[in-house]
Structures are given as structure tokens and as C-alpha cells.
């Protein structure tokens, strides 16, 4: 991905939070990642013609797909950093980010450790499957990894821990 490149500030952590944030605001489950040579692909399932009140129809759930550029991911991660604001000086409030918004941030930064080619993931009930698409002197070639929904839950439990010793 073309925005992972050269800067600090859009790395993988970075820029699937803010996929995540998008993703929560839209109401999306069960969701697919695909790393595009300019973006990102994402499906998943999203609710349409529901209404707020319990008697009356709740919708139906439909699948929606996505293209994600450079340019809109940039947007994100702006909009994303500005709804977090701040709560003591350049410490960001975390309390507004939602389940995608965190659980697409700490698989971002496992992302980061691993230094992919590209990346695709898939997330059913909480529970992701990632394939790493890595490229070394010897070759190319895929590696596979699973976290389970306890696993997220933990990993997003320790991640201000993790901050603050950074």
C-alpha cells in the first residue's frame, strides 16, 4: 500500500484503525480485507431499512463492498485523529473508538512486526483470520495467522499498557 510508505504516521496500526472507525460508524459485520495495489477492498454485512423501534421491522442484513483509496484513507485518518480529540495535553482519548476501530488497530500493529507485502483478513464473530503475503530474498510466500475474539479482547485490554512503555 502506497500511504504505508515513507511515513511514520501512516502505518498499518494507523491506517486500519481508521478503516475500523469508518466501519463502526457504518454498522458493518462479519468483515473482509483485501489490500489493493491503491487502497483497500472491504465487504461485509451491513443492516438496511431497520428502524429504531422494536415492533416495527428491523431490517434486513446485505452485503456491501467497498473500494477504499489512498486519498480516502488519508481522509480517515484525519477524521478519526479528530474525533479522538485529546484528554490531557497530546494523550488521546480512547473511550470514543469502537470494536472495529480497536480490534483493527492492535492487529495493525501485530501487522506492523511482521512487515507484509500485502495483507487480507477476514473477521467473523469477533474472530479474524489474517494472511501475510511476504516477500524475502529467498522468495515469496504466504503465512497465516488466527486470533480468536478472547485473543482481540486481550490484546486491545493490554494496549495501553503497551503505550505508555513506548
Given at each position: 500500500m502506497r500511504?504505508?510508505?515513507g511515513s511514520p504516521r501512516q502505518d498499518f496500526e494507523e491506517v486500519l484503525r481508521s478503516i475500523g472507525a469508518f466501519l463502526d460508524q457504518r454498522g458493518m459485520r462479519d468483515v473482509l480485507l483485501v489490500e489493493a495495489a491503491d487502497g483497500f477492498i472491504v465487504q461485509g454485512l451491513v443492516t438496511e431499512g431497520g428502524s429504531g423501534t422494536w415492533s416495527e421491522s428491523v431490517g434486513r442484513q446485505?452485503?456491501?463492498t467497498l473500494t477504499f483509496v489512498d486519498d480516502d484513507i488519508a481522509r480517515f485518518m484525519?477524521?478519526?485523529?479528530?474525533?479522538?480529540?485529546t484528554t490531557e495535553g497530546?494523550?488521546?482519548?480512547?473511550?470514543?473508538?469502537?470494536?472495529?476501530?480497536?480490534?483493527?488497530?492492535?492487529?495493525?500493529?501485530?501487522?506492523?512486526?511482521?512487515?507484509p507485502h500485502d495483507?487480507?483478513?477476514?473477521?467473523?464473530?469477533?474472530?479474524?483470520?489474517?494472511?501475510?503475503?511476504?516477500?524475502?530474498?529467498?522468495?515469496?510466500?504466504?503465512?497465516?495467522?488466527?486470533?480468536?475474539?478472547?485473543?482481540?479482547?486481550?490484546m486491545i485490554a493490554e494496549g495501553p499498557r503497551q503505550r505508555q512503555a513506548e
Open positions: 500511504i504505508y510508505e446485505v452485503k456491501e484525519d477524521e478519526a485523529m479528530s474525533r479522538r480529540g497530546d494523550v488521546p482519548d480512547w473511550s470514543k473508538a469502537g470494536y472495529y476501530e480497536k480490534a483493527f488497530r492492535v492487529l495493525g500493529k501485530w501487522i506492523d512486526t511482521q512487515r495483507v487480507f483478513f477476514f473477521e467473523q464473530q469477533g474472530a479474524f483470520v489474517i494472511r501475510l503475503h511476504q516477500v524475502s530474498q529467498t522468495g515469496s510466500h504466504h503465512e497465516l495467522a488466527e486470533f480468536t475474539k478472547d485473543d482481540i479482547e486481550a
